[in-house]
């Protein structure tokens, strides 16, 4: 637990510097914040198309449709503020080198290496304007989710926060043997995408092997259908070991990786 705080500490430094470094060139965050206004418009007409069609998809109205995007924006806000940004760069750290800096430090380089970077500022954004998509589904169905189901949400949202982590740095970890992993990184974030449509969209092959085989549905979906309500019973427990079992082996894979690192990209 001492070991967690003291990271969380450095963590919240972090973001400081970086918000600080941000703020430095003001048009440019600017910019930035009109590119994520951008996004979001993209996603309100989708919501609009929704509406417009007035259908249900396997049963779920466009109110509770809502609550699936709502869930997808707000923790694609955190997959993009928090540690998008440092699993592109990884593959440039191995080949100039500057992954030995980290590997110094008193502290986790796995750490380091993905969360040193953040615009948790620029994409609080997502995270605001998805908790509203999801406010205002559940004022359209004209019911407001209990406590419990709340803190549901918050669960399987922080197991989705977790899953996204370990699924994009695992095959990461790759870049200790092939030095050049750029595509690797580009792949893994089209996975992301995945959850833009609501699993209940897909057949139940897709579900299948996108909760248990690639459990990319576990990230967006899961919060989702905890809050709803209407999360089947044999997902409970899954939905909250996979995260944890993944984050174990993103952390063996790293350690592996760094353990085959020369050092310099050689």
Same mark, same amino acid.
Request: charge should be negative; charged fraction near 15%.
């Given at each position: 637990m001492k070991e967690i705080c003291k990271h969380f500490w450095i963590w919240t430094r972090l973001v400081r510097i970086n918000l600080m470094s941000q703020l430095e060139y003001r048009a440019n965050f600017v910019t930035g914040l009109m590119m994520e206004g951008g996004y979001l418009f993209a996603k309100i007409m989708y919501v609009i198309v929704v509406y417009a069609a007035g259908k249900r998809i396997a049963g779920y109205?466009?109110?509770?449709?809502? &609550?699936?995007?709502g869930t997808f924006?707000?923790?694609?806000g955190f997959y993009?503020?928090?540690?998008?940004m440092n699993l592109f760069q990884l593959s440039q750290m191995v080949?100039?080198?500057s992954l030995d800096l980290l590997l110094v430090k008193p502290v986790s380089s796995q750490f380091l290496a993905t969360f040193r970077r953040s615009d948790c500022a620029l994409f609080l954004l997502d995270v605001l304007t998805g908790v509203v998509m999801i406010g205002v589904g559940f004022y359209r169905m004209g019911e407001f989710p209990g406590f419990v189901r709340i803190l549901c949400w918050a669960v399987y949202a922080s197991g989705g926060c977790m899953l996204a982590y370990s699924l994009w740095l695992i095959p990461l970890t790759l870049v200790f043997r092939v030095v050049r992993a750029d595509a690797i990184a580009s792949?893994?974030?089209?996975?992301w995408d995945f959850?833009? &449509?609501p699993m209940v969209a897909f057949g139940r092959g897709a579900q299948f092997i996108g909760v248990f085989l690639v459990p990319i549905f576990v990230i967006t979906n899961f919060p989702s259908l905890a809050v709803l309500g209407k999360l089947p019973p044999v997902w409970i427990a899954s939905g909250l070991l996979v995260p944890v079992l993944s984050l174990y082996l993103a952390?063996?894979?790293w350690k592996r990786g760094i353990a085959r690192y020369e050092s310099g990209g050689n």
């Open positions: 109205t466009p109110d509770e449709i809502l &609550v699936f995007i924006v707000a923790l694609t993009a503020g928090v540690f998008m080949r100039d080198g792949l893994a974030d089209c996975f959850n833009n &449509v952390s063996f894979c």
